[in-house]
């Protein structure tokens, strides 16, 4: 289901986007069910470690299984390892963590290649592959019968009602990042010894959407909770903000902020629970009014 929506959805599509399409063609498929599917399929989300087939080490190397790549809050195409690199679940420390592969060495090339054999073995006979496919190729003849409401209107005119986050989902990081006083005084960018800024900043743990320094230099990791419901999400920060303290911070604190739009009471009781990390709610506002 995922891998049908995804041929036939724009790209970059977000959950509820996912969400909207698979219920429409699949009523009897609960949003719950759909979710997880999410979850588990995108090959650089943590917390695909707690779904089948991800519950011990493997690389993404079945298109079955290994469809989704997050870009960022919201953001998710369809995998391609020639572009987002080779990612594998891998035992880090006891621990099952989400990691991407070395660039360039013999397993992430083994990894991609495995990925493409796959792909060519499970399309049609008649199908060639085609260097740059076009999104109307890429749908094929049932694009036809597909109705336009929850696709075509988001481009533009009355966006569905489900589809009022999608501002928020695409521009978050970024706004977020330009605006580091809304998460506290005295927050700036974080960039390591390398050169590399704290946007998307990756580490053998998966990715951080924004790493920054507060007032009194400490590192603080900045993570979003799209569903606002997820518990795992904790684990996930606990890892980094550890390996964060080993390999960044020095003798620095670490601490750690989920950004959510909803909270669930699960949620707000699993963070009190966690000395270092606070959850903060966002709101968007988004008004038309008439000219006087």
């Not at 493997?58 to 020639?82: E, M, N």
Request: aromatic letters at 6%; glycine letters at 8%.
């Amino acid at each position: 289901m995922i891998k049908e929506a995804m041929k036939l959805l724009p790209l970059p599509a977000t959950p509820a986007d996912i969400v909207r399409w698979i219920v429409k063609q699949y009523p009897e498929v609960h949003e719950s069910v759909i979710r997880a599917q999410i979850t588990a399929s995108c090959v650089n989300m943590p917390s695909r470690v707690n779904f089948a087939p991800n519950e011990e080490p493997r690389t993404a190397r079945d298109p079955s299984h290994d469809i989704l790549y997050r870009l960022d809050f919201g953001q998710y195409v369809v995998y391609d390892p020639r572009e987002h690199g080779a990612w594998e679940v891998a035992d880090f420390g006891g621990e099952l963590v989400v990691r991407q592969m070395a660039p360039g060495s013999p397993a992430e090339l083994e990894a991609k290649a495995a990925f493409e054999a796959e792909m060519a073995a499970s399309r049609p006979r008649a199908e060639a592959p085609a260097s740059e496919p076009s999104p109307r190729a890429q749908a094929g003849p049932a694009a036809e019968s597909v109705p336009t409401s929850d696709v075509e209107q988001a481009k533009g005119g009355t966006m569905p009602a489900e589809s009022k986050d999608l501002g928020s989902q695409t521009h978050m990081l970024n706004l977020i990042k330009s605006n580091l006083g809304m998460l506290g005084e005295g927050m700036s960018l974080f960039t390591d010894s390398q050169g590399v800024p704290g946007l998307n900043y990756k580490t053998p743990l998966g990715l951080v959407d924004l790493l920054v320094t507060d007032s009194r230099g400490s590192l603080v990791l900045v993570r979003f909770d799209e569903s606002g419901t997820s518990t795992d999400l904790i684990g996930s920060m606990c890892a980094q903000m550890g390996w964060v303290q080993d390999t960044l911070a020095g003798k620095r604190s670490v601490r750690g902020i989920i950004l959510t739009r909803e909270a669930s009471e699960q949620l707000k009781y699993a963070i009190k629970a966690i000395p270092g990390i606070t959850l903060m709610q966002y709101e968007f506002k988004f008004e038309v009014r008439p000219v006087k």
